[in-house]
């Protein structure tokens, strides 16, 4: 569950939602606070998407119209954070009351310096180390030119403030293109495939038929639709852990995700091994990129009869993995 500053800040009575649509920016499920009926939440990331849908809230991957108030949910990076910030300033206008909650350790102190000069009126309260803050749009609204971020795409590509890797290609996913396996064919999985860079890649090869990106973060499967076409690819918002095509592949391209806090929180990785195991081919192959100190190796023995790293470079290593074991496939971390 979420720190409940939001709530206790309402108890408090430190501010009142005002009349009209209150607009919630990637708030974290089960935040409380947020009147159902008059609550659009915006939520880009699958998995909170399906939880606030299951939830009874109207929930968007993106904003829509106009509102009387703003909740903003600060996430780790920080020019999404100051996106976010401008999104909800605009969509509320003069008068609107904007409501900024979030860690410390994922830097809501660095928002607030953003934020003091376009809300005059911000205060504050902390607690459970993390703040919210209060503060409502001046008439006329002030520039927003320091919140929206310069382009720091790789040439030739367009990439998502929300997503990983924003700025540059992944070095890990650039080792991994340069490590697949010999021969790969036919019907490949993408998971976890971000702005496109290892589909597109895999896609360069004539024996490829087609390629599914799979990616749980709205955006960055948008940033991979604008960066791919070809009409073998195909484009899935979905969350890996549920995922179910209905279908295997033969051959599976993985660059986990293992952290969703500033912690690395490997079962998040190994998750994302038993999701391919359950989806790959018996006569398949999976071509894992992982930070070199993740400890995968006892989840790929479990899933997988045959394992082997093929290199280690850069702080990385590259495993081929066949022959999945679906018992292990279907055990939780």
């Known amino acids: 569950m979420p720190v409940q500053r939001l709530s206790l800040a309402l108890d408090r009575a430190y501010f009142d939602w005002p009349e009209g649509r209150i607009l919630a920016l990637r708030p974290p499920v089960g935040t409380d606070g947020l009147p159902p009926d008059r609550t659009q939440v ?10 606030w849908d299951r939830a009874g809230y109207e929930v968007q991957p993106n904003a829509e119209g106009a509102f009387a108030a703003a909740y903003l949910w600060v996430p780790r990076a920080k020019d999404h954070a100051k996106a976010l ?3 909800a300033i605009t969509r509320t206008g003069p008068g609107g009351l904007i409501v900024i909650d979030g860690q410390k350790t994922d830097g809501i102190d ?6 003091k000069p376009l809300l005059p009126d911000l205060d504050s309260d902390a607690k459970a180390h993390g703040k919210i803050l209060w503060g409502h749009v001046p008439d006329p609204v002030s520039a927003l030119d320091g919140l929206l971020p310069s382009p720091t795409a790789p040439e030739g590509w367009e990439t998502a403030l929300s997503g990983f890797s924003a700025g540059a290609v992944d070095a890990g996913s650039a080792l991994l293109t340069d490590h697949l396996p010999a021969g790969i064919r036919g019907d490949l999985l993408d998971l976890g495939a971000g702005w496109g860079y290892l589909a597109k890649t895999a896609l360069q090869r004539p024996e490829v038929t087609g ?12 940033a991979a639709r604008r960066n791919i076409d070809d009409p073998r690819a195909r484009f899935l918002w979905e969350d ?7 279908k295997r592949y033969d051959a599976i391209l993985c660059n986990p995700p293992f952290h969703t806090s500033r912690k690395a929180d490997p079962a998040l990785g190994q998750m994302f091994l038993r999701t391919a195991a359950r989806l790959l081919k018996p006569g398949g192959v999976l071509a894992l990129v992982a930070n070199r100190h993740l400890p995968y190796e006892h989840t790929l023995a479990e899933c997988f009869a045959e394992a082997e790293t093929v290199t280690e470079a850069q702080g990385y290593k590259i495993v081929h993995a066949r022959k999945p074991r679906q018992s292990g496939a279907a055990r939780r971390s």
């Open 211 to 222: 390629v599914d990106l799979v990616e749980a973060e709205y955006d960055a499967l948008e």
């Open 240 to 246: 890996a852990a549920v995922f179910a095509p209905g």
């Open 110 to 115: 660095s928002l607030i310096k953003a934020a």
């Open 42 to 51: 915006v939520h880009g990331f699958r998995p909170e998407f399906t939880a």
């Open 85 to 87: 910030l401008a999104e």
